[in-house]
């Protein structure tokens, strides 16, 4: 099964960065495009970004030059490098696969940006 685990959640003071990660079982990994999405209270879910392989990756505009998105093949790893953060990236982050029409999905990790 495909199994997908979202972490490094935490309240983080405007301004400041934060790393999540995901780790995700059950596939091929290393031939396995990865997404970031996030949802803030009241809000529909909206991607963030997405690296493919190789390390081909793309961003939500307004997040371009403030998020970084890597991947540790060996590690099975993905990461969401966030930096200047602001309160409305407060959200749940989720990371996502994408297997041909399925869309599998991990628990979702708590950012909140507050002073």
């Known amino acids: 099964q495909v199994h997908i685990v979202e972490s490094g959640g935490d309240l983080v003071q405007p301004g400041g960065s934060l790393t999540v990660s995901c780790t995700a079982s059950?596939?091929?990994?290393?031939?396995?495009?990865m997404n970031w999405y996030r949802q803030a209270p009241g809000r529909e879910r909206e991607w963030v970004a997405t690296i493919g392989t190789p390390d081909e990756m793309w961003y939500e505009d307004t997040m371009k030059g403030r998020f970084t998105i890597s991947r540790d093949n060996a590690k099975n790893m993905v990461y969401l490098q966030m930096h200047n953060l602001k309160p409305e990236d407060t959200a749940v982050y989720y990371c996502?696969?994408?297997?041909?029409?399925?869309?599998?999905w991990g628990q979702g990790t708590q950012v909140t940006v507050s002073s």
């Open positions: 996502n696969i994408r297997l041909g029409t399925r869309d599998y």
């Open positions: 059950g596939i091929i990994f290393a031939s396995s495009a």
